[in-house]
């Protein structure tokens, strides 16, 4: 990603989430399908079986206004016959079991196929005998309670049918005795015989109505598909419940991943410096853009042109008279130094003298190695060596072999003393670089590791934060942007990098002369040479040569004995030095 522009998140950033946290979804989904196992196992088989049921209709059969079927049989009102209480009993005689009733029935289902006149009444069991059984049993209670429920409709109609007939002779008889009574041709008897007529024709219509209804059979229905004893259980189902477990799992890691990104203190993508730490991201590396050591100058390369950019943004933001930029880190590591020294190198290629000042003092000489190594120069004296006093601005500086224009003060040998980045040596050095030079970049520690990032960015006009992925985490980053803040110093942004696993050495480095890296032994000290690259061993007590007079800067010879990690003075107990750093020597 060359792009300094903010970066905004997308869908990789959503993989890339997936792709740090696999763990947790693998886990989740994992722990999700053995649930679905397991509840699978755990819970009973259950059987069903069913049996199809033609419902044929009776004379009672009525349907309500406005039901789904057109025919004289409601089928929603025979499904819910199907389960009640009377048909119930019945199946719990068929079946002879001790189950009640009303259990029974909460096992019993029923569905009305489309368009049809058929009942698919279903039963469920914990064994398939049962299932079968169960099935048949209510499909034949529901018919002999239906065709029950016929036949005693028909013998009520019989019933009154025969009670009106017995009314009617009755009267008939009465009519032909006294029709027997009557005169002939007496309006008694006109009478009379009218009403006899009535009463017969009335009674041969009863007596055909009730000669049907004798005759008459009940046909309430029948079964059309038997029961057959299931070969499965419908219960539980393996596949679906392993799928929903798996899904439910899933969906559970997706979100631990994500609840535990957003409160992961660990920045891991330029994305959270922007987001979680409200900082503006200038410029976001990747791997293939990073820089290493044997190209960190490549001005046309991915991470050259990466910096170029950088730097236009940089001029482009700088107020008028504003010259010098600290470059700090959020967290431990060389991606100040790579910010530092890639920064610099692309302020130097437009042609304005620049200074690199490695103010990051190290804890022994091996950890000035890098910043040298990296620009091709040697890596005492340096910074160090002049806030101690032992030389001068101009012999701290070094000119880049491939940059003319760009200057380097290294962190030089170990710090000999503390708080030189408070020392007014610093301040007055700083002021000098603002009338010799056109910019001064200065590599400073981490704002976690000391408050000697603030104490330079308080000096500078502008400050800029080298952000490692996986390494700094927001606290610290917040921490950062608040100490840059409170001594007024504007922050431009962050400059974000992978995590540097490593720091390979280049062909170049391996070329560098070994500066005061090799054991010694105790009696000998190492003193650098003016007019040389190379240490000198001399024996311990009085310098091969007196220090000598310079151009107005202080410049001492010094003396760093290695055994003692660059204590002034080193040597035989009771020798005194040629020079100290306390007392630099006379002009």
Not at 33 to 43: D, K, N, S, W, Y
Not at 90 to 114: F, G, T, Y
Not at 141 to 160: F, G, H, P, W
Request: aromatic share 2%.
């Amino acid at each position: 990603m060359e792009a300094t522009r903010p970066v905004t998140a997308d869908l990789s950033h959503y993989v890339g989430v997936f792709r740090r946290h696999w763990w947790v979804v693998l886990a989740a989904t994992g722990a999700g399908l053995g649930i679905g196992a397991a509840v699978t196992q755990a819970l009973p088989r259950v059987y069903e079986s069913s049996t199809s049921v033609l419902v044929q209709a009776v004379d009672q059969d009525t349907n309500a206004s406005g039901g789904r079927t057109k025919g004289a049989i409601n089928l929603d009102t025979e499904a819910q016959l199907v389960p009640s209480g009377a048909v119930a009993t019945k199946a719990a005689a068929l079946l002879r079991s001790p189950v009640s009733p009303i259990e029974l029935a909460h096992d019993v289902s029923v569905e009305v196929p489309a368009n049809t006149t058929v009942l698919v009444i279903s039963f469920e069991a914990d064994n398939p005998r049962d299932a079968q059984a169960g099935s048949h049993a209510f499909a034949e209670a529901y018919l002999r309670n239906r065709e029950e429920a016929a036949r005693s409709v028909l013998d009520q109609k019989i019933k009154t049918l025969n009670l009106k007939v017995r009314q009617l002779t009755t009267n008939l008889t009465s009519i032909n005795s006294r029709l027997a009574k009557a005169p002939n041709g007496s309006s008694d008897r006109s009478n009379l015989e009218s009403l006899r007529s009535n009463s017969q024709n009335q009674l041969n219509s009863l007596t055909g109505k009730l000669n049907e209804l004798t005759t008459a059979t009940v046909d309430a229905g029948s079964i059309i598909s038997d029961a057959r004893e299931p070969e499965e259980p419908t219960s539980p189902n393996a596949l679906l419940n392993i799928a929903t477990g798996t899904m439910l799992g899933l969906l559970a890691g997706l979100a631990l991943a994500f609840m535990r990104e957003r409160f992961d203190r660990r920045l891991r993508t330029a994305a959270d410096v922007r987001d979680r730490g409200h900082i503006p991201v200038l410029a976001a590396l990747d791997e293939r853009t990073t820089p290493h050591f044997d190209d960190v100058l490549q001005p046309y390369g991915p991470g050259g042109r990466v910096f170029n950019r950088l730097r236009n943004e940089i001029l482009a933001s700088l107020s008028p008279g504003d010259q010098i930029i600290v470059v700090t880190g959020a967290s431990r590591g060389s991606s100040t130094t790579l910010v530092a020294a890639n920064l610099a190198a692309a302020l130097a290629r437009t042609g304005s003298d620049v200074v690199l000042v490695g103010a990051h003092l190290p804890d022994s000489v091996v950890d000035a190695a890098p910043l040298a190594r990296m620009l091709g120069v040697t890596a005492m004296p340096g910074l160090s060596d002049l806030l101690a006093g032992r030389i001068g601005l101009e012999r701290a500086m070094q000119r880049t072999p491939r940059i003319p224009s760009l200057r380097v003060i290294t962190t030089g040998g170990a710090a000999t003393a503390a708080g030189l980045m408070q020392s007014q040596r610093l301040r007055d050095t700083l002021q000098a670089l603002r009338q010799q030079t056109g910019y001064v970049v200065i590599e400073a520690p981490s704002t976690s590791s000391s408050a000697d990032a603030q104490s330079l960015a308080s000096l500078a006009d502008a400050a800029i934060l080298a952000v490692e992925l996986r390494r700094a985490k927001r606290p610290a980053l917040l921490d950062a942007a608040e100490q840059l803040s409170r001594v007024g110093t504007p922050l431009l942004g962050a400059v974000v990098l992978p995590h540097l696993t490593g720091m390979p050495r280049s062909a170049a480095e391996e070329n560098l002369p070994a500066v005061a890296l090799s054991a010694q032994r105790p009696d000998e000290t190492a003193v650098l040479d003016d007019d040389r690259t190379q240490p000198m061993r001399i024996p311990t007590g009085p310098p091969a040569r007196p220090p000598r007079q310079g151009d107005g800067s202080e410049e001492v010879t010094a003396v760093i004995d290695l055994t003692t990690v660059a204590k002034p003075g080193g040597g035989q107990p009771g020798s005194k030095p040629a020079s100290s750093p306390e007392k630099p020597a006379e002009k």
